[in-house]
């Protein structure tokens, strides 16, 4: 079974400034998909980034990055530039195939600090 | 990506009754998915829906206490049964898109 780590349970940053969260996961499988989702408030589940395992180059979305060490299974997330409406839960996912089962780490609350 | 509204938004419900939740989809998707979670905690998937088949639950969720119906391609419901306070949870239905699984906006169900 898949396994979806956050190790950060919390974590601030200062506006403007780069704030990376980190996720590790377990797979036996080779091709797989990864994901970056964010929650606000609004408990509105909002995807911010997306990784397909057979893609070496990492993926990025303007201000959102990934650092994708398929080796280490390591999936961390870069948020530049941060601004107040990133203050969220952060939320890993791992797929291992389409219309496949989803699993989620335990997530990251982000503290944007003005 | 599809859009998918989802309602109730809220909800506060008394123990021993249910609620039904539906989410509707502005496309056909083949698959649906529920998940419930918990205050504080991540998402766990309860069941996957296809339409025109019984839906298929995770361990642990059994179709007594959450049945699922999926009656076209675009709509879905959960109905939590005899619902006791440890049902208190943001229930969320999703899709399978071209990016990534897209969610409802969550009905936050307390139960008093």
């Known amino acids: 079974a898949q396994t979806v780590t956050q190790s950060q349970p919390e974590m601030s940053v200062q506006e403007a400034e780069t704030v990376t969260l980190s996720c590790t996961y377990d797979t036996s499988e080779n091709n797989y998909y990864l994901f970056w989702y964010k929650q606000p408030p609004s408990r509105q589940m909002i995807l911010v980034i997306r990784q397909e395992a057979y893609k070496q180059q990492n993926a990025t979305e303007n201000r959102f990055s990934v650092n994708f060490q398929k080796a280490a299974k390591s999936f961390s997330l870069k948020i530049s530039d941060s601004q107040l409406g990133d203050t969220a839960m952060y939320f890993c996912a791992f797929m291992p195939r389409v219309y496949q089962k989803v699993t989620f780490g335990t997530g990251t609350k982000l503290q944007v600090i003005p | 990506s599809a859009v998918i509204s989802q309602k109730p938004s809220r909800d506060i419900c008394q123990r021993g009754t249910s609620l039904t939740i539906q989410c509707q989809v502005d496309?056909?998707?083949?698959?649906m998915f529920w998940y419930r979670q918990q205050p504080g905690q991540s998402l766990t998937l309860i069941a996957t829906a296809n339409q025109g088949s019984e839906a298929t639950y995770e361990s642990g969720f059994v179709i007594d206490k959450f049945p699922i119906s999926r009656p076209n391609l675009t709509f879905s419901t959960l109905t939590v049964s005899n619902m006791s306070p440890e049902d208190s949870s943001i229930y969320l239905c999703s899709v399978e898109g071209p990016s990534g699984y897209t969610f409802g906006s969550g009905t936050r169900l307390t139960v008093v």
């Open positions: 496309s056909q998707v083949t698959m």
